[in-house]
């Protein structure tokens, strides 16, 4: 096996992976603060996918472009969705959040389906063709674009969260809940934030797929699949383990698909999802509950 | 207690109203039945049972617009037929269902269904209410095995798709005088993909095909990359790619391979769906010119082809004129044929009829549609078709060809 192919095997596993790790940090960041598993995780990402989509064949704008409309868009809707229907079930058991979000998924799905039928949808940009050279090293243009956005967005999340009043009150209520009710954080008002912002990242990492895959209905589930494996891998709750579990799975998939065989790359993911459980059931970088 | 049960001798009750009603709607169903069934100049009772939703909706769609088509064509050349439409939603059951559902609606023949499994099941429907069944589109080579007596199938088997796909190859060597030493067959692990990978190497040393297979490479039918796989490809340094594929992971392959600027001497199907269809040239472009698919294909020189090419274009301007709109055409033609020449539309007479077509003026290569004992049509021929211009041109066999193959393609950087 020459060098050259492995190069840019693992030049495509690295750039692939960032922009799964970049659809795994929503559910991360939701779960992290209010502990509640986005099960409609996939579902929010094909109606990004078609939003982005709408917006781009619509106003003649590129999916990157489309970006800040579909995160702005899904953060509101995210908003809305967590301020008048999960709210209610934010003590309810994990079962009746499960069937919440399972619900809430099923009606998104068949409403992608009703609005734009069973056919798998895409944007052709004269990037889709064409690749940066560097002597051996051949780097696809999309996604060299896209993992660079996948990046850029999940450093904008650190720092909100990091920097930002609103950022500093929603870890506070992520670290205890109590004591930041009791210094006179609107919890509710934190937590629709926290949700619009975990739905605003799921909008921006579904107008980037767009470019590297072709949408339709029922691709939701494997997202919602590749998601938990990411997130359980890096750590549920953790960003940087979203970013870094994005990373293993594209990288163990480009080279169990080089080294074993193609067809075999989701079993490869499956795996690791096992290995990890067994030896770090926290995740690669999870905190020990 | 009421005056009727009192005195029982005058009264009518309830019961007897209702096996009263039941005997007059039974009589006067049954005449209907029997006025429909003693009609013999009425039109033909076509049932359509195509996958029109769920995951193959894109090509039962197509597939029901050849049988809308079919019928002002058949009305001005004589036939008279009518449509009965059921949709088997992607899934056998629901074709077994609605098989039984337009029997009752009183369809004189069944027609369908795209699919092997959803055409099997309705085999087994037919042949048990003893209703004749034409497939349009299905290859599994079982169906017309199980020795059925109603069954009758106007579609190669897959052993005849690798066959007639495979002996292709040589011919476009020997028209071209180039021939390619190695090949990498990358192939959908599915049933489709894998039954198609038994065919080829089974046939492939038969057939004495000049070139060799230096890798093989299965990928999953949902992948949403290829990058991988073409990056083993090109690895491979292979003259030709020979994809076994659907129609998004053919579209996936190519761009993946444009990406990767690796360009082989050609890249050729040789007998699965993806590369002759619209959506392929609509998303990749001047990059899906010069790939050749081998399949069964319409005749460009019959003039019923040339009349349904036109209805089609002008009725769907926006759509694919392919194989699945002429097979399921020419499968309402035959029932229609079928019906006219037994001057009934009474099971049997039907299957009499059909038993025994000739139909030389139709629409796809081959030699004139005829059924053997066991419901195959044997007189089917696959052609090369190669994208040359955004149009798909057949190139081979040379007696029905409409242009000359390009091959060598030309390098995707040298596409202007």
């Known amino acids: 096996m020459s060098f050259e192919l492995i190069l840019n095997i693992v030049a495509a596993g690295l750039l692939t992976g960032l922009v799964y790790g970049l659809m795994a940090l929503g559910l991360s960041a939701i779960f992290g603060v209010m502990r509640v598993v986005n099960f409609a995780h996939g579902d929010m990402m094909v109606v990004a996918m078609y939003g982005a989509y709408v917006i781009s064949t619509g106003a003649g704008l590129t999916p990157v472009q489309a970006l800040p409309f579909v995160a702005l868009v899904m953060f509101v809707f995210g908003f809305l969705l967590q301020r008048f229907l999960i709210n209610r079930f934010l003590q309810a058991t994990e079962h009746v959040q499960f069937l919440l979000l399972l619900g809430v998924a099923m009606i998104l799905t068949n409403g992608s389906l009703m609005l734009f039928g069973p056919d798998a949808r895409n944007i052709q940009l004269d990037a889709s063709f064409e690749s940066y050279s560097f002597g051996p090293l051949l780097l696809d243009k999309v996604r060299v674009m896209a993992a660079g956005l996948a990046g850029l967005s999940a450093a904008s999340l650190w720092a909100f969260f990091r920097y930002t009043t609103t950022g500093k009150a929603i870890r506070a209520c992520a670290d205890n809940q109590l004591g930041a009710q009791v210094v006179g954080l609107n919890i509710n008002r934190l937590y629709a934030i926290t949700f619009g912002v975990g739905t605003a990242c799921v909008g921006a990492a579904g107008s980037l797929l767009l470019m590297l895959v072709d949408v339709h209905p029922h691709l939701s589930t494997d997202f919602t699949l590749l998601g938990f494996i990411i997130v359980i891998l890096g750590g549920l709750g953790s960003l940087g383990g979203a970013l870094l579990g994005g990373v293993v799975v594209g990288l163990s998939e480009a080279l169990s698909g080089i080294l074993l065989a193609p067809s075999l790359k989701s079993m490869f993911s499956f795996g690791l999802l096992i290995l990890v459980l067994l030896v770090r059931p926290q995740g690669l970088l999870g905190k020990r509950a | ?416």
């Open chain 2, 1 to 416: 207690m009421s005056e009727n049960t009192t005195n029982p001798s005058h009264a009518i009750s309830r019961r007897q109203v209702m096996v009263g009603a039941a005997a007059v709607g039974t009589a006067l169903a049954g005449g209907r039945f029997m006025i429909g069934r003693a009609n013999a100049a009425g039109p033909v009772k076509v049932g359509v049972l195509l996958p029109r939703s769920g995951h193959l909706a894109l090509i039962g769609q197509a597939c029901q617009r050849g049988a809308d088509l079919s019928l002002p064509i058949l009305r001005e050349m004589g036939y008279a037929v009518e449509l009965i439409n059921a949709d088997t939603e992607s899934s056998p059951d629901v074709g077994r269902t609605q098989a039984e559902k337009l029997i009752r609606e009183g369809a004189h023949v069944l027609m369908g269904c795209f699919d092997s499994a959803t055409t099997a099941a309705v085999a087994q429907v037919a042949e048990q209410k003893g209703v004749p069944f034409i497939i349009n589109i299905g290859a599994d080579p079982k169906i017309t095995e199980q020795g059925y007596k109603f069954v009758f199938r106007n579609f190669p088997t897959s052993r005849m798709l690798g066959m007639g796909g495979l002996s292709l190859f040589k011919d476009l060597f020997a028209a071209t005088g180039i021939t390619p030493k190695t090949a990498v067959l990358m192939h959908i692990n599915d049933s489709f993909g894998n039954s198609m990978l038994q065919g080829i190497q089974a046939l492939a040393p038969k057939l004495d095909l000049p070139f060799q297979f230096v890798e093989t490479i299965a990928y999953d039918p949902k992948a949403k990359d290829l990058s991988i796989e073409v990056a083993k490809a090109k690895a491979s340094k292979a003259d030709l790619v020979v994809p076994v594929t659907r129609l998004n992971d053919a579209i996936l392959l190519v761009r993946e391979m444009v990406k990767q600027q690796y360009s082989p001497m050609g890249i050729i199907a040789p007998g699965s769906p993806g590369m002759y269809e619209k959506q392929f040239t609509k998303s990749l472009g001047k990059y899906a010119d010069f790939c050749i698919a081998n399949n069964p294909w319409f005749d460009p020189k019959q003039e019923l082809t040339k009349t349904l090419k036109a209805a089609f274009l002008k009725a769907h301007p926006e759509e694919s004129f392919e194989l699945n709109i002429g097979f399921t055409f020419e499968a309402v033609m035959i029932a229609a044929d079928a019906a006219k020449r037994a001057g009934s539309t009474d099971a049997q007479p039907l299957t009499e009829a059909l038993r025994t077509t000739n139909i030389a003026k139709r629409v796809m290569i081959g030699g004139p549609i005829q059924f053997g004992a066991d419901g195959q049509n044997m007189n089917l021929k696959s052609a090369s078709v190669q994208n040359q211009d955004g149009e798909q041109r057949v190139i081979l066999p040379l007696d029905v060809a409409e242009a000359k193959p390009v091959f060598p393609m030309p390098d995707f950087k040298a596409r202007s």
